[in-house]
């Protein structure tokens, strides 16, 4: 009754998992989520929770309770291959059902990646090639700002990783769902939109495309620079900018992504130790 799994690794990154399930553990899976619905389930002739298994199992469609298996069991099974496997991955999988069949072993594949491997080069060097001309001090003159996408741009020719694709896809999906809402916001459909701007839904993509290669290039350096710099987050950080959020409704939201907001924190000491190179 053990889940197995196999691990395939692309050139670009991208891990793809196998995972099969025993026949045997989705017989006992089935079962306990029987008990859950016969807990709650109600029919003629009965009181709640004390209808027959059999009836309530004969009241579930077949897709209905097929769903609530894979609801359960698949987080448990891809959690047991990424242990067996010893991977960390970064983003949430990519999953695939192959079409279950009963009493045969179910299988799933998962795609997902790790952490690229990140060459930061001379990444000082070529930055403060760009910054030098801030630190200019000419009388009677303010010294040169220094954009953020000249510093960007340094960063970017200086540096040396590999996107996975699976991370890219799934940049360019949001990407393309965040255009969609606005698109439907504005009362428009796609196709208007895209007449409007000029644009087709493959130039779109590889916009999308281009776009999310470029920011997650950035993030991923940036969180490098970060690990080798050692650039750390406070808690009396965290609750600054906790406090410093205007409404309480805000102040509540960030207190609860505490987590997301290190990141955020952090990404800008970052950004500010490189401003300062």
């Avoid at 009963?102 to 990646?113: G, L, M, P, R, V």
Wanted: hydrophobic share 35%.
């Amino acid at each position: 009754m053990k889940i197995t799994s196999a691990l395939k690794k692309n050139e670009d990154g991208t891990l793809d998992i196998t995972v099969t399930i025993p026949w045997s553990l989705i017989e006992k899976t089935k079962e306990e989520i029987l008990e859950e619905h016969t807990k709650d389930a109600s029919a003629p002739g009965f009181r709640k929770g004390k209808v027959p298994k059999k009836i309530v199992e004969q009241n579930l469609t077949a897709d209905h309770l097929r769903e609530d298996i894979l609801r359960k069991i698949l987080p448990v099974a891809y959690s047991e291959a990424i242990k067996e496997q010893k991977i960390n991955p970064i983003i949430s999988p990519r999953i695939h059902v192959e079409k279950p069949e009963d009493t045969k072993d179910w299988q799933f594949s998962a795609e997902t990646c790790e952490m690229p491997k990140i060459s930061l080069g001379n990444y000082k060097d070529e930055v403060k090639k760009i910054t030098a001309k801030s630190k200019i001090a000419v009388p009677g003159k303010e010294p040169a700002q220094v954009s953020f996408e000249e510093i960007t741009k340094a960063l970017l020719q200086s540096t040396s990783l590999s996107i996975p694709k699976v991370v890219l896809d799934q940049e360019v999906e949001k990407l393309l769902s965040q255009t969609l809402d606005e698109i439907k916001k504005l009362g428009l459909t796609l196709d208007q939109y895209l007449a409007s701007t000029k644009r087709t839904t493959e130039s779109l993509r590889q916009e999308y495309l281009k776009k999310a290669e470029a920011d997650t290039k950035l993030e991923f350096i940036l969180s490098e620079i970060a690990k080798t710099e050692n650039i750390q987050v406070e808690e009396k950080e965290i609750e600054e900018a906790i406090q410093a959020a205007k409404t309480e409704t805000e102040k509540e939201n960030l207190s609860q992504n505490r987590y997301l907001l290190a990141s955020i924190i952090r990404q800008q000491k970052t950004l500010d130790f490189i401003r300062n190179l």
